[in-house]
Structures are given as C-alpha cells and as structure tokens.
C-alpha cells in the first residue's frame, strides 16, 4: 500500500513509539543492555532440585527504574540444564502462581513453567500490571478480590489516558525480566527467549519485535489478525495499543523478529482467535525469514481451543535455543 513503510527498523521505532517504550523524539535504544537484576534466592535449595519437580523460587526483578516485579524463578536439575533462558508470560487468569500450579494445574498453562524447566531452561516469570500480586489497590471497604479477578479494566484505562497501553508497559517489565536473567550464573546471555499464551503471547511477540536481542520467541494461541481478533470478538481491553493499524497488524510485527526463531502455537478450535486468520497470517511471514536465509517460523496447530499445549511447540523452542 502507497505510504506505508516496510523498513524493519523504521517501524520497530514506531512499535516502540506506539508501545510508550521511547518517546517520539528518541532513536531508541533495543534495550539489550540493561541494569536489572534479581533479588531473592536465584538458586533453588539442593533437596528441591529434582529433574521432575523443580521448586519455583520467589524473587524480585529489581528495575532500572527501581521498580520491584515479583517473579517466580526455576532453575532446571544440572543434569538437564541447558544454559538457555526463558522469560515466561502469564495470560488472564490468576497471574504467575497460575504458571507454576502444579495440583491441580492450570487449564490453560498446565504447568507450563516446571515444563520449560524440565526441557532445561531457567525459567523466570514476571508478574505483569493487573494480574496476581500486581493487581491496582482496592478502595477501603471493597470486597477482596477472587483469585482470578484481575484490574486490566482499571489499569487499561490509566495507561491510555497517559498515552501508553498498559501492554507497553508489560513489555518493558517483561524485557526488564530478560535483562535479569542474563545476569543470572548459568545462563548464557546470548540464549534468552520469551514464552506467552494468549494475553502473555501478547507480551512475548511485542518484545520480540522491538528488541533484537531476545533469541527466541514462542508465541500461543495470540497470533492472528487484529482484525480477526481484536476488531471482530470481544477481547480485554488491555489489548489496546492505539495506532498499530493499518501499519503494523499482527504479521508485520512478527516480521520484526526475522531472522530470529519464532514458534506460533494456534488451537484448531479457539474461538477468540480464530484459526483461518492465524494460517493467513502465517502464510504472510515464511518469504520475510527466506530473505534472510534462515529457517521460517513454525506453525504449530492443536486439535484444541484456547489452551496452551506446549507439546510439538516446546520440542521446537528447544531445537532451536537450547
Ligand atoms: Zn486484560
């Protein structure tokens, strides 16, 4: 379309721009070099470090800002640990304890993070704004929350009024999380990914796309069109980021991770994000990692809904980071 740029590095600076990542005026920086670091016991006790179970650890990412994000960190047996890394995104739901639930586990996570750390990575999992322990403060006298009430309504709302989608500011917690865990000992900087379903594959595709230095991304049931999605069903309002359309729909900012690993996990039957759209998406990325010589995302479609199988998708993360 005339007008429309398809430069990679003009609009990962407009995806960082719309995101409230960087200010219009700023080159912007790719965030791979940042201060953050952990707190906490980042080495899981002996007794606990069984391959098949091992316990998650609660820390703190410590930003350069001097936020503190709690997270829930595993480390993976030595007999199986790979030295790569993955940051794990929680979707809706009851935030990071919905990562590491074991019994019963989540629905739609299924124990997702002590399955990455099986696979041998070290996997840290950041709470994100409006889920868990971060959700907004309740007014005096107000009801407690249920466990998987979450704020994104209230916390949707603040942030657009301040010109910046909360979903930007998930992004700079979740790549403040990256910064952290590649100072961790036994991990190798180089090989950091990041890991989401749904609200959580939100995170993972746009910090992919806006910086470089992630090594990995895979991305569930999230992938598709904004207009199959977003545009058409309803969806959380924390989802909004204002201006990515027309410019930037969902596979132009996948585009942006070229020539980078990206594994997509779609569910046949999910009906919020539906499965045509995600395959004609698809179909729009494989030419643009072509170009650059290296190997196309891969597809991976479940026979089920909304739910993250982390099957066939996290064999193919660990062929090609760890
Ligand atoms: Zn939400």
């Not at 494989?286 to 993250?308: I, K, M, N, Q, S």
Request: charged letters at 20%.
């Amino acid at each position: 379309m005339a007008g429309r740029s398809t430069n990679p590095e003009l609009l990962r600076g407009r995806l960082r721009v719309l995101l409230g990542l960087v200010d219009e005026h700023d080159g912007g920086s790719d965030g791979g070099t940042g201060v953050a670091e952990l707190l906490g016991p980042t080495e899981a006790p002996a007794a606990s470090r069984s391959a098949l179970a091992p316990e998650p650890a609660l820390v703190q990412v410590l930003t350069a800002d001097g936020d503190s994000i709690p997270a829930h960190l595993l480390r993976p047996a030595p007999d199986v640990a790979t030295g790569a890394g993955v940051v794990l995104v929680a979707g809706h739901g009851r935030g990071i304890d919905d990562l590491v639930a074991q019994d019963p586990v989540d629905d739609y996570h299924d124990g997702l993070a002590h399955k990455l750390a099986r696979a041998g990575f070290t996997v840290l999992c950041p709470e994100m704004v409006s889920f868990g322990r971060r959700r907004f403060a309740q007014a005096d006298g107000a009801e407690p929350y249920e466990p998987t009430d979450n704020t994104c309504g209230i916390d949707a709302a603040r942030h657009l009024l301040h010109g910046r989608p909360v979903m930007g500011h998930r992004a700079a917690d979740a790549q403040a999380a990256v910064q952290a865990l590649r100072r961790l000992p036994g991990v190798d900087p180089d090989r950091v990914g990041v890991a989401g379903g749904s609200g959580g594959g939100a995170v993972a595709l746009l910090l992919a796309a806006v910086d470089p230095s992630i090594a990995a991304a895979l991305v569930a049931t999230y992938f598709c069109t904004f207009e199959a999605s977003l545009c058409s069903i309803r969806h959380c309002p924390c989802n909004i980021i204002p201006g990515l359309l027309p410019e930037l729909e969902m596979a132009d900012i996948a585009a942006l991770i070229a020539p980078r690993p990206l594994i997509l996990e779609a569910g046949e039957q999910d009906r919020i994000f539906p499965i045509a759209a995600t395959r004609a998406a698809y179909a729009r990325l494989e030419g643009v990692w072509e170009e650059h010589g290296a190997t196309p995302p891969e597809l991976v479609v479940t026979d089920g809904g909304h739910a993250f199988r982390a099957e066939r998708s996290l064999d193919a993360l660990v062929e090609r980071l760890a």
